[in-house]
């Protein structure tokens, strides 16, 4: 069977531009969720959110007549093309898997504003060409020269996982020796109003797995990863970051927004990627939970976590806890953070646990990062709907 490795790793996360950026971030713990300042949040329950800096957007050097979420994903797919060092051959043959749900909805929100308030026509209708998903895999193929299979996954907040696991499935069927996959959603109002509606964003940073959790924040970013085949890999002498060992993907066909009560969806999806590794599960050692911090979620995570694993055998924990749910990005930037706790041997923490949910029987690496010799580690993402996907990454 044909082996997959990571060669290039690209961010824009709300600790700003750069993968070394996110991890300094990650490593020390640091809160990313503050004040919105892109939209109104005037009445809500909730008024923060993981935003992406302005200075970090404006630095990116890419023309602010392109939509956010495109802006953001072009310079997180430039930076692992780059560390990949493909060539312009090369990326000729390079499929493109991008897991997006918002697509350019802020610019769109902009112009309905501009319309409804000033009562004339917006001069910002030319939005309107970028906002629907399907835009981001357009924008970056004909930006990047990438002239392989293009796909776009919707798959609610595990989109990003999705992306990666599609990809690898277009190399392993000789589709494409190589992929760049990823997941990008900016913020937008109807993403933060709705979650506000529905009384699930906490009005304070999240807590994953806390007792007292009250919901979860929402985020925004752009992760992509350069997968290939190892031995064309090793071949051209190219870097490596960790090897894909095994990925699943399941449906629980059980409610519109609720997982299963007993996690039957996130279990099958766990332990199908653990035999497409051809791991057992006493050989991971971190688990990347989805860990939004709703009270729901978080639970039944848990629960089937001790139905794959045992209670307590496993260390889990949170990135949303420091910068959020950024929706479709959600499962390739935490794909991004397991490689990067694999190769620096560091779980990163999740931040605002003080009193641990009696229901949760981990380590959930409270507010401090730990050191932590890791050969294997599996990534969740567990989107609306029951749509699941497990990652398993080898250092």
């Not at 653990?274 to 050692?285: H, K």
Request: hydrophobic fraction near 45%.
């Amino acid at each position: 069977m044909t082996r997959i490795v990571v060669s290039g790793l690209g961010v824009v996360s709300p600790y700003g531009a750069g993968v070394k950026t996110f991890w300094a971030g990650l490593a020390a713990g640091t809160c990313a969720i503050r004040p919105i300042t892109l939209i109104e949040t005037e009445g809500f329950r909730s008024r923060i959110a993981a935003e992406i800096p302005a200075d970090a957007v404006a630095g990116l050097g890419l023309s602010a007549r392109r939509a956010r979420a495109d802006r953001l994903a072009l310079a997180a797919a430039r930076e692992a093309l780059a560390e990949a060092d493909l060539t312009a051959r090369a990326r000729a043959e390079t499929a493109l898997v991008v897991g997006a749900v918002g697509g350019g909805m802020f610019e769109g929100e902009e112009w309905y504003w501009e319309e409804t308030r000033s009562g004339r026509p917006s001069s910002r209708i030319k939005a309107l060409r970028s906002i629907l998903p399907s835009t981001h895999a357009e924008t970056l193929g004909f930006r990047l020269g990438l002239a392989g299979p293009k796909e776009t996954v919707v798959m609610a907040c595990a989109s990003g996982a999705a992306a990666i696991a599609l990809g690898a499935d277009l190399i392993r069927l000789g589709a494409a020796p190589c992929a760049l996959v990823g997941g990008v959603d900016a913020l937008t109002r109807i993403c933060f109003m709705g979650f506000n509606a529905l009384r699930l964003l906490d009005p304070e940073p999240c807590r994953p797995f806390d007792r007292d959790r009250k919901g979860m924040s929402i985020g925004e970013a752009a992760a992509f990863l350069v997968l290939e085949d190892a031995e064309r890999c090793r071949a051209r002498g190219a870097r490596v970051h960790g090897e894909l060992l095994g990925a699943a993907l399941t449906t629980d066909a059980h409610h519109v927004t609720s997982p299963h009560p007993q996690g039957e969806g996130m279990v099958r999806a766990m332990r199908l990627a653990l035999a497409a590794a051809g791991v057992g599960p006493d050989e991971i050692g971190y688990v990347n939970a989805h860990g939004t911090g709703t009270l729901q979620n978080d639970r039944t995570e848990a629960l089937a976590l001790a139905r794959v694993f045992g209670a307590g055998r496993v260390l889990v924990s949170s990135n949303k806890s420091l910068v959020g749910h950024t929706m479709a990005a959600a499962g390739s930037l935490e794909a991004v953070a397991t490689l990067l706790a694999l190769q620096h041997g560091l779980v990163p923490p999740t931040a605002h646990l003080e009193h641990v949910d009696p229901e949760i029987l981990f380590d959930c690496v409270p507010g401090v990062a730990r050191e932590a010799p890791l050969e294997r580690a599996l990534s969740n993402s567990f989107g609306f709907g029951g749509q699941n996907v497990s990652l398993i990454f080898g250092r």
